[in-house]
């Protein structure tokens, strides 16, 4: 069975996702992260990030596994150096180009191929997996989204006001709802399910419910 988890940075989908696929033990495929694995390997090995052919076969040439928590790249953990602000914006162009999406689209489909799988990024339940038996697309207020992401950047220590945070962010929302291929949208059969005043766990239970409503009632432990 696969469940989508599609939606805006900051709304609370990886989290979620990560929970989710913990509590059901199911596989977890963090799509985002893939993106930023290929970019990070590019710059590594000197590929121009603009030669979409050259991403794309580079996409396929490498391994990438998710293993308790962690992103592995050729048995490398590069889950650290994936999230730096650098990776963030250098993914972003990365993301758009429709022979990097093609190859992502196969590779994410061999990797999801007969599991039990989690599956989150942008564009799952739309065109990556349409026939998935469960999507969502998990979203919440731009200010609640924020907020959260401003939390985590004073955790970390970036210095980044509120501000700078929301303006940032309607700048990665506008880029990611018009990309020419796989844009960010709810699929026409998805649960939208908003995030604002949710606790994590609560949203997982919300997760856990939509799939027990689908699967239908459990039988007897
Ligand atoms: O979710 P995350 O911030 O890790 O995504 C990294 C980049 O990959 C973003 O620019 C996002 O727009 C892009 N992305 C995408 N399609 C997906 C998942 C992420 O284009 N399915």
Redesign the pocket.
């Known amino acids: 069975m696969i469940i989508t988890l599609?939606g805006p940075?900051g709304a609370g989908?990886?989290s979620a996702a990560r929970a989710l696929a913990a509590r059901l033990g199911w596989c977890y495929m963090?799509?985002?992260?893939?993106?930023?694995a290929v970019t990070l390997v590019a710059l590594e090995r000197g590929i121009p990030l603009d030669d979409s052919p050259r991403m794309a076969a580079l996409a396929e040439q490498i391994r990438i596994d998710f293993r308790a928590g962690r992103v592995l790249v050729d048995d490398r953990d590069v889950s650290t150096e994936?999230r730096t602000a650098r990776i963030?914006a250098a993914?972003?162009p990365?993301?758009?180009a429709p022979p990097v999406?093609e190859a992502?689209k196969r590779i994410q489909r061999r990797m999801a191929a007969g599991l039990d799988i989690v599956t989150?990024?942008?564009?799952?339940g739309s065109v990556?997996f349409p026939q998935a038996e469960v999507k969502v697309f998990v979203t919440a207020s731009p200010e609640e989204r924020a907020r959260r992401r401003h939390r985590e950047e004073e955790a970390r220590g970036s210095g980044m006001t509120l501000a700078d945070v929301l303006a940032a962010q309607a700048e990665?929302d506008a880029?990611?709802r018009c990309?020419a291929v796989?844009a960010?949208r709810a699929a026409d059969d998805a649960v939208i399910l908003e995030t604002d005043g949710l606790t994590p766990e609560q949203v997982v239970d919300r997760l856990v419910a939509l799939i027990e409503a689908r699967r239908g009632p459990r039988g007897p432990a």
């Open positions: 599609d940075a989908k990886s963090d799509t985002g992260a893939m993106y930023r994936i963030t993914t972003r990365v993301a758009d999406r992502m989150e990024g942008r564009d799952q990556v990665r880029g990611d990309r796989g960010m």
